[in-house]
């Protein structure tokens, strides 16, 4: 998937996220907020000037968020995404009023609306994780110019391909040929492999 799609499944599918920004005093604090529009250029919500999420947003500019789809923990599908915020005003309420109808009983007037302003991830990284498939499926992305860094557990080149990660993988998601390889794209980041390495060939990142 593109991080487009990645952006659209949030926006359409789970709508309602978690939100974490930290207050004055360097604590997290969260809160939920529908995620409104999405373009190639970032993800867009809105809050009202008056609240303390705002003022965190403007101090901090920066959050992380987190939503999932599914009836239960096995057909769950999760997108995770962190990055740097940035407010652009009221110039683009109508459309996301246009785009979330249900805001107009919320804020009914154009005058309830003045209150309000729309801010934009515009730079950051994100993660997908769906359990709802055999194995797991997962991959990561970045948006708006942040570098993209390889993360989770790799085998280097001092694996002697013995085989004894093999077992302990919850996912069966290591391959050997003439030495260990980690599916990244199914891997749980559970560490097993690393535990149980005799000669310490898988590493962290």
Not at 3 to 29: C, M, N, R, W
Not at 52 to 71: I, M, P, T, V, W
Not at 93 to 112: A, D, H, I, Q
Not at 125 to 154: C, H, Q, V
């Amino acid at each position: 998937m593109t991080t487009k799609e990645y952006f659209d499944f949030i926006v359409e599918q789970i709508h309602s996220t978690v939100v974490a920004t930290v207050d004055e005093d360097g604590l997290p604090v969260t809160c939920v907020i529908d995620m409104m529009y999405a373009d190639d250029s970032g993800l867009y919500f809105l809050t009202a000037k008056g609240k303390n999420f705002y003022q965190r947003l403007k101090d901090k500019g920066y959050l992380a968020l987190s939503g999932k789809k599914g009836e239960d923990t096995m057909s769950c599908t999760a997108v995770s995404v962190r990055g740097k915020v940035r407010e652009i005003g009221q110039d683009m309420l109508p459309l996301l009023f246009e785009k979330n109808p249900y805001m107009l009983e919320v804020y009914p007037t154009e005058e309830s609306r003045k209150a309000l302003t729309v801010f934009q991830i515009y730079e950051g990284s994100g993660e997908w994780f769906d359990l709802s498939k055999k194995p797991i499926e997962r991959d990561s992305f970045t948006f708006g110019g942040a570098e993209s860094i390889a993360s989770g557990y790799f085998v280097t080149d001092s694996c002697i391909a013995c085989g004894s990660c093999l077992t302990d993988c919850p996912q069966s998601c290591i391959e050997l040929t003439d030495k260990a390889v980690i599916r990244q794209e199914n891997c749980l980041h559970c560490g097993n492999c690393a535990a149980i390495c005799p000669v310490g060939a898988v590493v962290k990142r």
